[in-house]
């Protein structure tokens, strides 16, 4: 069982800012695209922005593109989820997952997962 390890969740007001990290084993995330997804109660499990493993090449969901930056340390195993101006739409349970090299945004490609770390926006 592939362990990915999400951090960084929490409460804040809107228009703050936070960052998630994702602490993944190595032969998992060497050469696999990296995906944030989000889900809130009762709804779907959302893509939210992905990045591809040597390239760097980006993907977001329109909801969070100019407010969302995803990265990845590939020295450190680590994929990160910077936040800014965060809304109240944006509260949902945050998750890190693995897919393998030519995934981009369906949920479909991605088989490891982590358990997902809360982030709350208060209006």
């Known amino acids: 069982q592939v362990q990915l390890v999400e951090s960084g969740g929490g409460l804040v007001q809107a228009g703050d800012s936070l960052r998630l990290s994702c602490a993944v084993p190595e032969r998992t995330f060497s050469s696999s695209v990296m995906g944030w997804f989000r889900q809130t109660p009762g709804k779907e499990r959302e893509f939210v922005a992905s990045i591809k493993h040597y390239s760097r090449v980006t993907y977001y969901a329109d909801s969070v593109k100019g407010r969302f930056a995803i990265s990845r340390d590939n020295d450190k195993n680590t994929v990160f989820l910077q936040m800014n101006l965060l809304r109240p739409d944006d509260t949902a349970v945050y998750y890190c997952?693995?897919?393998?090299?030519?995934?981009?945004?369906?949920?479909?490609?991605?088989?490891?997962w982590g358990q997902g770390t809360q982030v709350t926006v208060s209006s």
């Open positions: 997952a693995a897919a393998g090299p030519f995934a981009t945004r369906d949920i479909a490609d991605y088989k490891n």
